[in-house]
Each structure stands twice: as C-alpha cells, then as structure tokens.
C-alpha cells in the first residue's frame, strides 16, 4: 500500500499544487481543511465557507479525499487570544508564526494521525534535510517566497515526517504547473494581511477587542505634535496614517512613529529618518532552537521581518533568549515581532523580541 500523506489545504494555489505533486509521486494523498476563524463578513456570508468550497473544486479535480475539521475554538484561544494580549502591552505580534506553532503542528498533525497519516504536508515555500538521525528545517528555493521565517517556531522532532513539496519550486512554476493541469484555484489571489481581519479595515477590527482611548502624539522630548486615536494602532516605524502634518517648529521632513507608551496613552514620534529609530542590538524572550548550534556564541545571519533581507550578527545564547548584535544597524526592531536565525540555508529557530538596543 501507498504511504498516507494528509495535506494542509487552504484552498489556494500553492496547497492545490502541493498535493497534486504528492498524488503524482505515489502517494496516497487526503486533503485536510482547517477551519480556525468563525465570523461572517458585512454581507452575511461566512468567508472560509469560499475556501473550503474551493477546497472541494481542487480536490475533486486531483481526485482525492477530502475533510473539513473546525479547529476554531483551538485557534481562539492559543492564537487569537495571544495577539491581543500583546497588543494591548504596545507590541506587535505576527500570529501566522502562532498559527503554525499552536494549530497546524499541534491539533492539526494530531487530526491527521487519525487518519492514519504517515506524513503531514503544507504548502510552505521551505526545505527540510534529513541527515544522521537529525531534521533540519531549510530556505526555499525561491528566496522572495521562502516562509521559513513563519516556521521558526517548530520543533525538530516535528520536521521528521513533514513534507513540503515546494521547496524547490518558484512561484511562477507553481503558477504553470496549476495552469497545465487546469486546476481550478490556478489564478486565485494569494491572501494577505491577517486571516480573521481580511479585506476589513485594522482599527475597526481592533477596537472590537481593545478599547482605545486617544491620546497625546509626543516627540522625544515631550512636546505634543497632535493626537491619536489609540496607540495600539500603531507600529514602530510607520509613517502614514499618523494625522500629524507639518508643523511651525517642524523640519519638513515626514514624522515616524518612534514608541508607544502604553502605561501613559501617548505616542512617541520623531520627524525624518532620525538615528534614534536604528539600533544594533536586540534581546529576545525565550528562544526556539530548531537547530542548536554547539557554541553558545557563534556568528549567522538574522532577519526581523518577513522578506527582510538576511543581516550579519553575532548571537549570544543567553539564560532566557538570546542576545543578537548586528554587523549594521537595523531599522525600526519591533518588539513582539521574530527574531530568525539562519546558518547558511538552514533555519535555527527565532524567537520573540523584547527590546532593541546600542551597544
């Protein structure tokens, strides 16, 4: 008999693809939608009933098995619950790393057992290498796609029997594949954004949630600029939306945001690319190794977004976390946003960002 392989399905392209390539190389190939987010959008529908019915279309066409399993209630409270916890402390959380933490490598994977999976799936842009009884997670092939970043949370006893079958591809490739064998989410717009706001504006989303008192828009030195709507809207770095416009003792340069402060309702900006929002050094809390190095300091490469270029650092193993020095300074480091390590191609883990610092 074939080797079971249930694949995540979210009924986008880049899943589609991921189990027909699966079903063409001999597998016995199950489809698995998870649905994580109960609401129904301002027209009445409920949106991921679009998803799962796209879903059904990829995989009646590939000829394959399919199960919807409601994994909303875990998603409430291991992610969502999470993100806005960490919003109303002023950082900024990315729950699609949570996302695969907490559900598509917890309840997901355990599901999937049930159904006598012999290997989990995704449609994750990565590598993972199997080598002298070790599991190691690795950048995609396309360097402008590769969501290894997202992973950074996953243990190495879980990348044992995962497989991620567009590693190697780009997506244009995966793009054509769907297109010579007429799959029917062949052109469908990859998603963006957050899952449960959607299309939705953020500060309408949020305030649902977070009640949001307006406050004072200070500078540095304490001199009120203007007023915000909530400091929980807001992001280190950002420039637009801020309401600020010019001012008679401006410079005429754009204004950033440069901190939140919580505890007194304020936010603190600067104007023009001010050096005070570029710092080397960052801390993290805690930290995921996936891959330990053998030395508790050794030199890798980092990134602290998504897409972000790889940085050279110099990374201190520390009692809680890490410490990471930069070669140059970055910009804007976000607190509760990841911090990832990278040995080469090989992913080491990340962990969550506590503060950003000189030294």
């Known amino acids: 008999m074939s080797e079971r392989v249930v694949v995540g399905m979210s009924g986008g392209v880049d899943s589609a693809v991921a189990a027909s390539l699966l079903k063409e190389q001999g597998f016995d190939v199950v489809g698995l939608y998870m649905s994580n987010w109960k609401e129904e959008d301002p027209d009445g529908a409920c949106t991921g009933e679009r998803d799962w019915a796209d879903v059904a ?11 919807s399993v409601d994994f909303s209630a875990e998603y409430m409270e291991r992610v969502f619950r999470l993100f806005v916890e960490e919003y109303k402390k002023g950082r900024t959380p990315n729950p699609d790393v949570l996302c695969n933490r907490e559900v598509k490598f917890g309840p997901f994977v355990k599901f999937a057992r049930g159904l006598s999976a012999d290997y989990i799936a995704t449609g994750h842009y990565c590598n993972v290498r199997h080598e002298g009884g070790r599991h190691y997670l690795l950048r995609a092939a396309d360097e402008n796609k590769d969501q290894t970043y997202f992973l950074n949370q996953v243990r190495e006893a879980q990348l044992a029997d995962v497989l991620f079958p567009l590693g190697g591809l780009y997506k244009e490739d995966v793009r054509e594949y769907a297109r010579a064998y007429d799959i029917p989410v062949a052109e469908k717009k ?13 500060r309408e989303f949020l ?17 009120a600029v203007g007023r915000h709507d909530g400091v929980y809207y807001y992001t280190i770095g950002q420039r637009r939306g801020l309401g600020i416009g010019g001012s008679a003792e401006g410079n005429g340069k754009s204004w950033f945001v440069l901190d939140k402060d919580v505890e007194n309702n304020l936010l603190i900006v600067s104007q023009g690319e001010d050096a005070v929002l570029y710092k080397n050094a960052l801390e993290t809390e805690g930290f ?25 650092a110099r990374v201190y193993i520390l009692k809680d976390g890490v410490r990471i020095v930069f070669e140059k300074k970055q ?6 946003q990841y911090a990832v390590c990278y040995l080469e191609d090989v992913c080491l883990g990340g962990g969550v960002i506590s503060r950003a610092f000189d030294v």
């Open 207 to 223: 305030s649902r949630y977070i009640p949001m008192k307006p406050g004072d828009i200070v500078t540095a030195d304490g001199r």
């Open 331 to 336: 910009r804007a480091i976000a607190p509760g």
């Open 190 to 202: 990859d998603s963006t954004g957050i899952c449960f706001i959607g299309e939705r504006k953020f």
């Open 57 to 67: 279309r990829v995989c009646d066409r590939i000829g394959i098995p399919y199960y």
């Open 288 to 312: 995921n190794f996936i891959t330990r190095p053998d030395e508790d300091e050794f030199e890798c490469e980092v990134r602290i977004r998504h897409r972000q270029p790889l940085q050279r």
